[in-house]
């Protein structure tokens, strides 16, 4: 399985950016996916994780409000919608897909999730 994400760059405090994550390869069926980021000299933080059907989310409390997870229905690609971004949001955004239950997906599994795709970086100025 490859994760491949993309749609990272610059943004100017309260702009947007919207993220991609394709899956490719053998997959595992029924699988939730979702979103981690990395700032530098920072543990890996959960951002968001949405089931397979994507009718449930789950958002970690730094971008409650802010931030949407989607999905069409049991589809392998997910999207991030990023508003009202900070120049705390800076960080390296890594997708991920893992048989665990994505409403209890949190920063505390991210050393258990089994894929991860590289990565992409998202820099906001203020």
């Known amino acids: 399985v490859q994760l491949q994400a993309s749609g990272g760059g610059l943004v100017q405090a309260g702009g947007s950016l919207r993220l991609s994550c394709i899956t490719s390869?053998?997959?595992?069926?029924?699988?939730?996916m979702g979103w981690f980021r990395q700032a530098p000299g920072k543990e890996r933080e959960f951002v968001a994780a949405?089931?397979?059907?994507?009718?449930?989310?789950n958002y970690g409390e730094a971008v409650k409000g802010r931030f949407t997870i989607s999905r069409a229905k049991y589809d392998d690609t997910i999207y991030l919608q990023m508003n009202s971004l900070t120049p705390e949001d800076t960080a390296v955004y890594y997708c991920a897909r893992d048989l665990r239950d994505a409403r209890l997906w949190s920063t505390a599994i991210h050393p258990h999730i089994k894929y991860w795709g590289k990565g992409t970086q998202v820099t906001v100025s203020s």
């Open positions: 949405i089931t397979w059907s994507g009718g449930s989310t």
């Open positions: 390869g053998r997959t595992d069926s029924s699988s939730p």
